[in-house]
């Protein structure tokens, strides 16, 4: 009969939750990577309309228009703040998931290494048997000629 772990079970749930925790990981990762290229891409959007709201400016165009450049400007000063909590959200859950990811591969390196130890043990059992049937064998081999001789 071969080695055999009786908590191979648990070892591989353990592997799953780990592998389950990666997935968790790497969907985190992206979803604040979103969240970063949205407010990027809103403070370029700001930038543009500031230099844009300049050279009306500059040009004596109507006041009126400048208003309309205020508030969508103040509108996307909104969002970028929105933004930013959405990216500080984000990377709570990111590190919330990197704690979850941590404990899980600890808990199957736990599992693993208590597995390696058994199998070990396991080897040096057998290896001692395996002396003891040669012993064995070697003493009625010598019995034997000592009886013939």
Same mark, same amino acid.
């Given at each position: 009969m071969g080695f055999s772990?009786?908590?191979? +079970?648990?070892? @591989?749930?353990? !592997?799953?939750?780990?592998? *389950?925790?990666?997935?968790? =990981?790497?969907?985190?990762?992206?979803?604040l990577q979103e969240a970063q290229t949205e407010r990027d891409? /809103?403070?370029?959007? @700001? /930038?543009?309309?500031?230099t844009e709201l300049r050279t %009306?400016?500059?040009? $004596?165009? &109507?006041?009126?228009?400048? &208003? %309309?450049?205020? !508030?969508? /400007? #103040?509108?996307i000063g909104q969002k970028i703040i929105e933004a930013e909590k959405e990216i500080i959200l +984000?990377? *709570?859950?990111?590190?919330?998931? +990197?704690? #979850? =990811?941590?404990? #899980?591969?600890?808990? +199957?390196?736990?599992l693993e290494r208590l597995r390696e130890k058994q199998l070990e043990d396991y080897r040096l059992e057998e290896l001692r048997k395996e002396q003891i049937d =040669?012993?064995?064998? #070697? $003493?009625?081999m010598h019995r034997k000629q000592k009886g013939d001789g």
């Open positions: 772990f009786r908590l191979e +079970r648990i070892l @591989q749930l353990r !592997r799953q939750k780990e592998n *389950e925790e990666m997935r968790k =990981l790497s969907s985190a990762q992206k979803l891409r /809103l403070l370029q959007e @700001q /930038l543009e309309h500031e %009306l400016q500059q040009s $004596g165009r &109507a006041s009126h228009t400048w &208003a %309309l450049y205020h !508030r969508h /400007l #103040a509108h +984000r990377q *709570e859950i990111l590190t919330q998931q +990197r704690t #979850a =990811l941590i404990e #899980a591969t600890q808990e +199957r390196k736990v =040669l012993d064995d064998i #070697a $003493g009625k």
